[in-house]
């Protein structure tokens, strides 16, 4: 859901599989090549799962693609999907914010929103 000319928050629950790449990844694109400053929200709290081509393919968007977003924020749940987060995290030092909880995502949201 695009909730600015720089903001998106993309919801994934249950299991990310690699057929949703082409139906998730052209609107975070689109909003990135448009904003150049984009801030990208991830409410990933009900994803239990994903395949591993899901998150090498946003890895390599957000890794080559460094000078269109501001920032990178995944509110989750899983175990999983907070190793995920943690190690993707030391790749872009610091700009990809984990949030364990939902006020603490909301704030990053309405932060970003007001920063605009």
Excluded: C, Y
Excluded at 9 to 29: H, M, N, R
Excluded at 31 to 60: I, Q
């Amino acid at each position: 859901m695009v909730l600015s000319p720089h903001v998106v928050v993309t919801e994934v629950i249950g299991s990310f599989v690699s057929d949703a790449i082409d139906t998730v990844k052209p609107p975070i694109q689109q909003l990135m090549a448009r904003s150049g400053a984009a801030h990208v929200f991830w409410d990933a709290e009900g994803l239990e799962s994903h395949d591993g081509p899901v998150r090498d393919e946003f890895v390599g968007l957000f890794r080559n693609n460094r000078s269109q977003w501001a920032g990178l924020h995944v509110l989750f749940r899983s175990a999983l999907i907070g190793m995920t987060v943690g190690a993707v995290g030391l790749l872009f030092r610091g700009a990809l914010k984990g949030h364990r909880d939902r006020d603490s995502f909301r704030k990053a949201i309405d932060a970003a929103l007001a920063s605009e």
